[in-house]
């Protein structure tokens, strides 16, 4: 009889948000921003007309996690240095996932104000009590996940934002650094 394989998954999944999540970043509305409008085609628009997407699958990982039972317990954080985090919020507040759901209705820790990624993960670690080994993150920018890494953090490195693969990658990595394959 095989041996009862027990699925190792985070407890805390944290993503940063322009370029990971959406696209495009925050900076780049500069001239345009707030108000944003919602498209029938799931994007925002701003005020100069420029589209806001979410990037690869991002609005299917983020249902799975909240809906799917292997996930149970599991938590959503939002750690970014985003240079609008008002606008940020706002776009939060408007993205559809699906089911009725946005990325504002789905996350449980946002750390979003300029600071270092460490920063943000200190105060979710205070916030929570979850160990940094139970946690995974995900930024367009290595640096970021350089800065992250040494707390025993998985981080992966999402240069084109959060694809399947990226995703699926991420979590055979969070398993290996857990020692389990």
Not at 132 to 160: K, Q, S, W
Request: hydrophobic share 35%.
């Amino acid at each position: 009889m095989a041996a009862d394989k027990q699925e190792v998954l985070p407890k805390v999944v944290a993503f940063d948000l322009d370029a990971t999540l959406w696209y495009p970043e925050m900076y780049q509305l500069w001239g345009g921003g707030s108000p944003f409008k919602k498209n029938n085609d799931k994007t925002l628009t701003d005020r100069s007309g420029t589209r806001c997407y979410l990037m690869g699958n991002t609005a299917e990982i983020l249902r799975e996690i909240k809906t799917s039972p292997r996930w149970k317990g599991a938590k959503i954080a939002y750690c970014s240095c985003t240079d609008e985090p008002t606008w940020a919020d706002e776009c939060m507040r408007l993205f559809e996932i699906g089911d009725g759901m946005t990325l504002e209705s789905v996350v449980d820790i946002k750390e979003i104000f300029k600071s270092s990624k460490s920063t943000h993960f200190r105060n979710i670690h205070k916030k929570t009590g979850i160990p940094y080994e139970d946690m995974i993150f995900f930024d367009n920018e290595a640096h970021n996940c350089h800065t992250v890494a040494p707390l025993g953090v998985t981080c992966i490195h999402t240069p084109r934002g959060m694809t399947e693969e990226v995703w699926k990658n991420g979590l055979r990595q969070f398993a290996k650094n857990r020692g389990k394959k």
